[in-house]
């Protein structure tokens, strides 16, 4: 029991750290009043803060108690300043849904129980471990993907491990990493639900943030030792940076959505922020594990992109909305890639993209070695990458692993997909057929000028397919 309140006492000061940091990024662009939605993004952006202030601490010192102790310092000024709001949303929250603010505690205690399992998962033996020990007794080291590749993954997560182990009561970062984002993510849901069923009238992302209680749930009550449906590496229990960039990509669909969908609703200052804090979840997602890099550009592109075409042909407002994304994006990725060049002599290593010719570069071979072990154990597990990589004879494995939750809406969109292809291809030479029996193809109706002013009766055109 002192175990689980110990754990549960981790996220609540960790977690009210981030949301005092992301208030203090959010008075910079002087949104408007706090409410729901600025309570949320306070806190994700806030936690990635934190990661990305750790990225440039660590380059001169390890990440210690210090380092600790001027997170919660730089927590408590926010959660100070915001004091007024923050007091207004808590009591409207326990005056319009008390039970489900209730409920938050024994759900709060209910993770941090399953917190406690043994955490399996091969690679925390391999490197996880090692790599929040080096990022917790010293500064990042020159070379140290030499030691063993994989602690040059520079995974910026393993830098919040390192924070956590500083709580002198977390029950260390394998049982008290990842638990904080997820109950973030359940609190967001559940708040999500009780201001709908109260009849609040909120913005459409709401419905959203709402669904993510499916997903939060599910991976709170996994099944222990790891299932196909639910593999070790997204337990509570663990330093997987998996279930982190699961939890970001969630919340990062629920931005974009926001700028999709509310952006005419924005107040200018809001509207900078929310650009602000896509661009930092996604930056800091790519940070904690480079795979998520394709979600992260296309997140990006999609929505700063329908923003800035809403702003057309408006420069200035181009130029408030663009700067401060393009400058965290300069900031957070440059410090990232100057770490992996100081670890292994790559930016982004095993990519031996962009190599520099420092004297503690990790051979090529070795690199490519590392980057043919990555794209082959996702394929074929427990054989050389030479005998997975040169054929094609993985994929029926491969296909006997993934669980029908993932296979099932694919295969509806694949059959979906052809049956759409199928009915377009019948309808491809649509004419249209007048009431004398003349036939005039769609192609010549949206052509010449001519065509166009012919008078047609619409009540007496049918469609045939010719």
């Not at 990661?51 to 310092?73: F, G, S």
């Not at 394998?174 to 993510?185: D, K, P, Q, R, W």
């Not at 393009?326 to 900031?331: E, F, I, P, S, T």
């Not at 054929?391 to 993934?402: E, S």
């Amino acid at each position: 029991m002192i175990t689980i309140l110990g754990i549960a006492l981790t996220w609540l000061v960790l977690g009210l750290a981030s949301l005092g940091v992301g208030l203090l990024l959010r008075r910079l662009f002087r949104p408007g009043p706090l409410d729901l939605l600025g309570l949320c993004v306070a806190f994700w952006t806030g936690w990635a803060a934190i990661v990305a202030l750790l990225q440039i601490w660590h380059l001169a010192l390890p990440v210690n108690r210090a380092a600790l102790v001027l997170t919660l310092i730089i927590g408590a000024t926010g959660l100070l300043l915001a004091a007024r709001p923050l007091a207004g949303l808590a009591r409207e929250g326990v005056r319009r849904a008390p039970v489900l603010v209730i409920l938050l505690i024994p759900t709060l205690l209910w993770m941090a129980n399953r917190s406690t399992g043994p955490a399996q998962f091969f690679d925390l033996g391999l490197y996880y471990l090692q790599a929040v020990q080096w990022n917790s007794n010293y500064p990042i080291v020159p070379g140290l993907g030499n030691l063993h590749g994989r602690l040059a993954f520079n995974s910026a997560y393993f830098l919040y491990g390192a924070l956590v182990d500083q709580v002198p009561f977390a029950a260390g970062a394998v049982h008290a990493a990842n638990g904080l984002l997820l109950f973030a993510l359940l609190a967001q849901s559940v708040a999500a639900i009780a201001a709908l069923a109260a009849g609040a009238r909120l913005p459409r992302f709401a419905f959203w943030n709402s669904l993510t209680v499916a997903p939060a749930l599910y991976l709170i009550s996994g099944l222990e030792g790891g299932t196909a449906e639910l593999p070790a590496l997204l337990y509570l229990h663990g330093l997987a940076p998996d279930l982190p960039i699961l939890v970001l990509g969630l919340v990062l669909a629920g931005l974009c959505l926001v700028l999709l969908l509310e952006a005419r609703a924005l107040a200018p200052g809001e509207h900078a922020y929310l650009c602000f804090a896509l661009a930092l979840l996604a930056c800091v997602g790519v940070a904690v594990k480079l795979s998520f890099v394709a979600f992260a550009v296309v997140t990006l592109v999609v929505g700063l992109g329908v923003t800035l075409w809403r702003q057309w042909p408006g420069r200035p407002a181009w130029l408030a909305l663009l700067a401060p994304p393009l400058a965290c994006a300069l900031l957070v990725g440059g410090v990232w890639m100057a770490r992996g060049v100081i670890l292994s002599g790559y930016p982004a290593y095993p990519s031996t993209l962009g190599a520099l010719p420092v004297p503690w570069r990790v051979p090529t071979a070795l690199a490519l070695s590392e980057a043919n072990w990555v794209r082959s154990w996702s394929r074929q597990r427990d054989l050389h990458w030479s005998v997975v990589l040169d054929n094609w004879a993985w994929l029926r494995p491969w296909l006997a692993t993934v669980p029908p939750p993932v296979l099932r809406p694919l295969n509806l969109a694949l059959v979906g997909g052809l049956l759409g292809a199928a009915t377009l291809a019948g309808f491809s030479r649509v004419s249209l057929r007048l009431e004398g029996g003349a036939h005039v193809p769609a192609e010549v109706i949206a052509g010449s000028g001519d065509a166009r002013r012919v008078s047609l009766a619409l009540s007496k055109i049918e469609l045939s397919d010719e």
